[in-house]
């Protein structure tokens, strides 16, 4: 009769294990799948008590579900047993194909080790086959069949018929550990994807709202603010520009897109902004308006990524400084000029000087094709020997105007010369030779302290700014007129031969000498000038020197008629 019905209940157990494997898969969270595998076996397998513990990240068991009975869910449910312990009861007992039994008479060896366990109360065993309640049956769950990862471990208490599993029983729950594990790790990859998901959409909210915040933040600065291409044919061209620095330089944002800063640069500042690095650079240029004018701006560059590997952008900073530069510029010409009269100042005179000046006495440049025939035949070694019996040597000198840098052929700076002495028919009658040099004419005027004394040091002071428009007028853009100090006046007037430079001082002295009106009365100074020459090899002091000492020749040999003022 019992074999009859065996088929009967074989059909049975399978619906059953179908159903409590369906309810497996409808579990949506880890947590309700997990509950889901225990409450399966309490009412589909036909086992009173259920426990299903789980592999925590550190490798231990925790665990995660009880059926059954709620007192032993209470006690157990979260307690952790250590892998060791774990591995020692699965290495125990009988091996019923992948389950696990421990008989009672050999489980008691396990009593204090660490795993959580719940003891039941019953008597003790009658036939060979029937449970007893120290008896422990474990299905372990595997991620890919037996032999992959252990991700938990299921643990089974009181058949209800009494008696141990038999082989249909111990298939049944080995199917179910196969498909609970199955479910299990569907869960946590579903649990993985929604917080992967949650967590994608903060990024994406924070990201729409750093955007937002960016895109405000570069809208509404009130500097100007640029977005650039980088690399490529387009590079430097720019992509977006907000309202500040279209304001800035006067142009819209769609007239902006069509330029890059290259295009907008002054010619002067092209080099500057060649020179700034993209990679955190800065620089102080000047960019065109679309008036034509310029204004003085303070770049800021900083490289931004679209993404990990997108495009790059550069990301520009433009802060209007035209008022700063203002100051600097006025600051550094009130330090530079005089302040009644407006002229370069002793200081500026000295450091324009000095840059025409360098320290090797009479060095004649070769020209391009004498240089080039040095580098190969070795002239420069003996020196180089001109028709007017100067000599010029490459001793490393050519490299640097000052006579101390490295040693180099070609020479960026001009050296200054001077006309030979008694040449110009103002020297000697003889004609001018044809040498051009840098003059050198040093101005004292003559009379200027009786108006001091006679009308003050207001009309004085009219005097000299007066004096100061006639010079700045004679002479031509690139000259310089410079006051010295007190009645002093310096002018340097390059490109000329000596009778260019006695010319000059004649023109100059005649444009002095008309009346002066100050405080409607006319006044009169004259003026007496001394022609130096500038010369490399010559210090600053000593050509200012030899200027003011031939003023005072010339001084001394004009008439006291032609001197007199007032």
């Not at 019923?96 to 008989?103: C, E, K, N, T, V």
């Not at 036939?127 to 120290?134: C, G, K, L, V």
């Not at 900073?317 to 100051?327: G, L, N, Q, T």
């Amino acid at each position: 009769m019992e074999a009859e019905s065996e088929p009967y209940v074989r059909l049975a157990t399978l619906r059953q294990l179908h159903q409590v494997v369906a309810d497996l898969n409808t579990a949506r969270s880890l947590s309700d799948t997990v509950q889901a595998v225990a409450d399966g076996i309490v009412t589909g397998l036909g086992y009173e008590l259920a426990c299903v513990n789980l592999v925590r990240p550190d490798g231990d068991l925790v665990v995660a579900a009880f059926a059954g009975n709620t007192a032993a869910e209470a006690l157990i449910t979260g307690r952790v047993g250590s892998r060791g312990s774990w591995e020692r009861r699965l290495s125990m007992g009988e091996r019923w194909g992948a389950l696990h039994f421990i008989p009672h008479h050999e489980g008691w060896v396990l009593m204090e080790d660490d795993v959580p366990q719940w003891h039941t109360e019953g008597p003790d065993p009658r036939f060979a086959d029937e449970w007893h309640p120290s008896d422990r049956l474990y299905a372990p769950m595997y991620a890919s069949g037996g032999d992959g990862e252990l991700i938990g471990v299921i643990s089974v208490d009181r058949p209800r018929g009494g008696r141990r599993p038999g082989a249909w029983g111990q298939e049944a729950l080995t199917m179910y550990a196969s498909q609970a594990a199955i479910a299990i790790i569907n869960a946590r990859l579903r649990s993985n994807m929604q917080r992967a998901l949650v967590r994608l959409e903060r990024e994406q909210q924070a990201l729409r709202a750093s955007e937002e915040s960016f895109r405000q933040a570069f809208e509404y600065a009130p500097s100007g603010m640029a977005i650039a291409e980088m690399g490529g044919d387009q590079h430097g061209r720019l992509l977006r520009t907000n309202d500040a620095l279209c304001r800035l330089l006067g142009r819209p944002a769609s007239a902006m897109r069509r330029y890059s800063f290259a295009d907008l640069v002054h010619h002067e500042d092209v080099g500057t902004l060649l020179r700034t690095s993209a990679e955190g650079g800065r620089a102080e240029l000047r960019l065109q308006r679309r008036d034509g004018s310029y204004v003085w701006v303070n770049l800021r560059n900083s490289v931004v990524a679209d993404t990990a590997d997108g495009p790059r952008f550069l990301l520009t900073h433009v802060e209007d400084i035209e008022e700063r530069k203002r100051h600097e510029l006025h600051l550094a010409h009130r330090a530079s000029h005089d302040s009644l009269t407006g002229l370069p100042n002793s200081a500026e005179l000295r450091a324009r000087l000095s840059a025409r000046l360098c320290r090797r006495p009479h060095a004649v440049r070769a020209t391009a094709v004498e240089a080039l025939d040095a580098a190969y035949d070795g002239a420069y070694d003996q020196g180089l020997t001109y028709d007017d019996g100067t000599v010029a040597y490459d001793d490393g000198f050519y490299g640097d105007p000052m006579g101390e840098g490295d040693p180099g052929l070609y020479d960026h700076h001009v050296h200054t010369v001077a006309p030979q002495e008694g040449a110009g028919e103002g020297a000697s009658g003889h004609p001018d030779d044809g040498q051009k040099g840098l003059a050198v004419l040093f101005c004292d005027l003559d009379g200027f302290k009786s108006i001091n004394d006679r009308f003050g040091h207001q009309a004085g002071d009219a005097v000299l700014i007066e004096v100061a428009r006639r010079l700045t007028t004679c002479v031509r853009d690139g000259d310089t007129v410079a006051r010295l100090g007190g009645d002093e006046f310096v002018v340097l007037a390059d490109g000329l031969g000596s009778a260019d430079a006695a010319d000059l001082a004649v023109r100059l002295r005649n444009a002095i000498i008309p009346p002066i009106r100050v405080d409607g009365r006319a006044v009169r100074v004259g003026a007496s000038f001394g022609i130096g020459w500038a010369e490399c090899g010559m210090t600053v002091e000593e050509v200012l020197q030899s200027a003011d000492q031939r003023m005072y020749i010339e001084k001394r040999s004009r008439s006291k008629v032609h001197r007199r003022a007032g």
